[in-house]
């Protein structure tokens, strides 16, 4: 009889996949973090050039080397981070970079602080790595913000690591400097790792993004172009961070994936060092759905704040479980907030990452249901 592995039973599949599973023809999903752009022009025609030259065979490990120079002069000049391209691992994207930093640092037993409401991703890649979780616990009035004070009052002699994301899936919430700054005081001082998932940080409406590595070398960023640059399916991704740690990364990395792709590499060197105004028309849009969103929401006297980053809002209504199998049944797929954690108990997630046009159409399916 087959008896899977003991860390494999600890986990389940994703609830923003098994919502995506549900999606019927006729359907609006907003389930999916997946920016419906198409992927810029001069990124595509890199790729084909590329592709044309023959550049299709292994390449080094941590990645090719002009990207990983371009990474660290993006990381210098823009979040304030020292990390020469020795100290950065190009990855399958930004989840790569995510298990292998947690499978490198963490033991069994170690204590790993995650967000709660926080990504789907965090609770299972510990688990996988045998490690302890423990939810801080981030609450509405407080606009879903993690702070150095809920961080300080739940840290052990236990916690090996804390991991942060902001802009914030599934809230929006943006961090703010203070508390940036004062958690990795409390991570030198206490000799933990934060491992900084910033993987929205270019999708910013109000507040400025800090990035932890900024103030401690005890930071591990996280970083990819999914997001910003609209290229999910290149799966192409990158981790930085002090190079004995890189060093242990680089062991998983070698025997999970080898290298990146050839080709996403290439497209990732051209969206770092090609024209940027892509960035801020995709920025635009965003925040133009965004305010359609929250505008219909409040029309429906479910209100909260509006998301500060990220293209997702988080509300809370009486039956978040009831309300979203109306939302299907009206052909609107919409995620739980419980899959995020016990403090999204009572919220559900909406991606704005849709079109306009489809978003217009999924809120007025929406408003037809009797809250």
Same mark, same amino acid.
């Given at each position: %009889?087959?008896?899977?592995?003991?860390?494999?039973?600890?986990?389940?599949?994703?609830?923003?996949?098994?919502?995506?599973?549900?999606?019927?023809?006729?359907?609006?999903?907003?389930? $999916? /973090?997946?920016?419906?752009?198409?992927?810029?022009?001069? =990124?595509?025609?890199?790729?084909?050039?590329?592709?044309?030259?023959?550049?299709?065979?292994?390449?080094?490990?941590? /990645?090719?080397?002009? $990207?990983?120079?371009?990474? @660290?002069?993006?990381?210098?000049?823009?979040?304030?981070? #020292?990390?020469?391209?020795?100290?950065?691992?190009?990855?399958?994207?930004?989840?790569?970079?995510?298990?292998?930093?947690?499978?490198?640092?963490?033991?069994?037993?170690?204590?790993?602080?995650?967000?709660?409401?926080?990504?789907? @991703?965090?609770?299972?890649?510990?688990?996988?790595?045998?490690?302890? =979780?423990?939810?801080?616990?981030?609450?509405?009035? #407080?606009?879903?913000?993690?702070?150095?004070?809920?961080?300080?009052?739940?840290?052990?002699?236990?916690?090996?690591?804390?991991?942060?994301?902001?802009?914030?899936?599934?809230? /929006?919430?943006?961090?703010?400097?203070?508390?940036?700054?004062?958690?990795?005081?409390?991570?030198?001082?206490? #000799?933990?790792?934060?491992?900084?998932?910033?993987?929205?940080?270019?999708?910013?409406?109000?507040?400025?993004?800090?990035?932890?590595?900024?103030?401690?070398?005890?930071?591990?960023?996280?970083?990819?172009?999914?997001?910003?640059?609209?290229?999910? /399916?290149?799966?192409?991704?990158?981790?930085?961070?002090?190079?004995?740690? =890189?060093?242990?990364?680089?062991?998983?990395?070698?025997?999970?994936?080898?290298?990146?792709?050839?080709?996403?590499?290439?497209?990732?060197?051209?969206?770092?060092?090609?024209?940027?105004?892509?960035?801020?028309?995709?920025?635009?849009?965003?925040?133009?759905?965004?305010?359609?969103?929250?505008?219909?929401l409040n029309q429906m006297e479910i209100?909260?704040?509006?998301?500060?980053?990220?293209?997702?809002?988080?509300?809370?209504?009486?039956?978040?479980?009831?309300?979203?199998?109306?939302?299907?049944?009206?052909?609107?797929?919409?995620?739980?907030?419980?899959?995020?954690?016990k403090c999204g108990e009572g919220h559900?997630?909406?991606?704005?990452?849709?079109?306009?046009?489809?978003?217009?159409?999924? %809120?007025?399916?929406?408003?037809?249901?009797? =809250?």
């Amino acid at each position: %009889m087959f008896q899977p592995a003991k860390r494999c039973k600890l986990i389940q599949l994703s609830e923003i996949r098994k919502m995506f599973e549900l999606v019927a023809e006729d359907a609006i999903n907003l389930s $999916l /973090g997946e920016p419906d752009f198409d992927t810029p022009l001069n =990124i595509r025609e890199a790729v084909k050039v590329a592709l044309d030259s023959g550049f299709t065979h292994y390449t080094p490990n941590k /990645g090719i080397i002009e $990207l990983r120079e371009a990474i @660290s002069c993006k990381l210098e000049d823009e979040n304030k981070i #020292n990390a020469d391209p020795e100290s950065i691992i190009v990855t399958v994207g930004a989840s790569e970079a995510l298990h292998i930093s947690i499978q490198a640092l963490i033991n069994s037993g170690d204590e790993v602080l995650i967000p709660d409401p926080g990504f789907i @991703s965090y609770d299972p890649c510990v688990k996988l790595a045998e490690g302890k =979780i423990v939810p801080l616990e981030l609450h509405e009035e #407080n606009e879903f913000r993690m702070t150095a004070d809920d961080v300080i009052d739940t840290i052990t002699d236990k916690t090996k690591a804390i991991i942060l994301n902001s802009p914030a899936n599934p809230t /929006g919430s943006v961090m703010q400097k203070e508390d940036i700054k004062g958690i990795a005081e409390i991570a030198e001082d206490n #000799n933990i790792y934060l491992i900084s998932d910033e993987i929205y940080e270019k999708i910013i409406y109000e507040g400025k993004h800090y990035s932890p590595g900024r103030y401690t070398d005890n930071a591990i960023t996280i970083n990819g172009f999914s997001k910003t640059y609209a290229m999910t /399916g290149f799966r192409i991704g990158y981790v930085a961070a002090k190079p004995e740690l =890189i060093e242990e990364m680089l062991k998983v990395h070698q025997y999970n994936a080898a290298c990146a792709s050839s080709l996403s590499q290439i497209a990732g060197l051209e969206a770092l060092t090609g024209p940027q105004e892509c960035v801020g028309e995709m920025l635009n849009e965003f925040k133009r759905r965004r305010d359609l969103v929250v505008k219909r929401l409040n029309q429906m006297e479910i209100t909260f704040k509006a998301p500060e980053g990220a293209f997702y809002v988080f509300p809370k209504v009486e039956n978040s479980m009831e309300f979203v199998n109306k939302a299907i049944n009206k052909g609107v797929i919409i995620v739980n907030g419980a899959g995020f954690g016990k403090c999204g108990e009572g919220h559900f997630r909406i991606s704005y990452a849709a079109s306009y046009e489809k978003l217009t159409e999924a %809120m007025d399916r929406l408003d037809s249901i009797n =809250i």
